[in-house]
T-cell receptor, first 115, second 112 residues
Framework: EADIYQTPRYLVIGTGKKITLECSQTMGHDKMYWYQQDPGMELHLIHYSYGVNSTEKGDLSSESTVSRIRTEHFPLTLESARPSHTSQYLC??????????????FGPGTRLTVT | RKEVEQDPGPFNVPEGATVAFNCTYSNSASQSFFWYRQDCRKEPKLLMSVYSSGNEDGRFTAQLNRASQYISLLIRDSKLSDSATYLCVVNWISGGYNKLIFGAGTRLAVHP
């Protein structure tokens, strides 16, 4: 089992609120990712990080922002939540060495509902 | 054309059946390939990595054909617990940048 955690697991919040979704991993992985997935739909990469103080936007444009101050922690922030942000947010990480370095391990996800 | 294409299914099969999923990818520079399993409303979980022409893990066999840019997953002796969505995932590396591209998934439903 991968040691990657996300909190909260479920969040229902009103429009305009600021939210932070937490993601942490204890595997010492240098690469971390955020994906967005709607029910029955494919995963879309919204942010990734290759190490501390390194963050990049993914393929799907997102109003969220991320930070990577510590190797194990990769939080995602929405400054002003809107109903269009309702989705599942999945965090993943991958290691840096060997043939398995490209295998990504996922956290359990945060299911966000903005009312 | 999508970078990774899969038959969406659903594949409805009885217990004990053998089922095969196909996946094609468009980027010939892709170097690593994976199959993930995703249960309803859960996170994807790594099922198999495919680094050479293919590999086998119990009832599961993955095959890779680089010339045809085609990957397959074969499940033998299907169990009820195999019901899930199977994601074909392709890794593309360019200039130190590593990107996993996920297919939309193939749904499998195994019935008694």
């Amino acid at each position: 089992e991968a040691d990657i955690y996300q909190t909260p697991r479920y969040l229902v919040i009103g429009t305009g609120k600021k939210i932070t979704l937490e993601c942490s991993q204890t595997m010492g992985h240098d690469k971390m990712y955020w994906y967005q997935q709607d029910p029955g739909m494919e995963l879309h990469l919204i942010h990734y990080s290759y190490g501390v103080n390194s963050t990049e936007k993914g393929d799907l444009s997102s109003e969220s922002t991320v930070s990577r101050i510590r190797t194990e922690h990769f939080p995602l922030t929405l400054e002003s939540a809107r109903p269009s942000h309702t989705s599942q947010y999945l965090c993943a990480s991958s290691g840096s060495l060997g043939g398995a370095q490209y295998e990504q391990y996922f956290g359990p996800g945060t299911r966000l509902t903005v009312t | 054309r999508k970078e990774v294409e899969q038959d969406p299914g659903p594949f409805n099969v009885p217990e004990g059946a053998t089922v095969a999923f196909n996946c094609t990818y468009s980027n010939s520079a892709s170097q690593s390939f994976f199959w993930y399993r995703q249960d309803c409303r859960k996170e994807p979980k790594l099922l198999m990595s495919v680094y050479s022409s293919g590999n086998e893990d119990g009832r599961f066999t993955a095959q890779l054909n680089r010339a045809s840019q085609y990957i397959s997953l074969l499940i033998r002796d299907s169990k009820l617990s195999d019901s899930a969505t199977y994601l074909c995932v392709v890794n593309w590396i360019s200039g130190g940048y590593n990107k996993l591209i996920f297919g939309a998934g193939t749904r499998l439903a195994v019935h008694p």
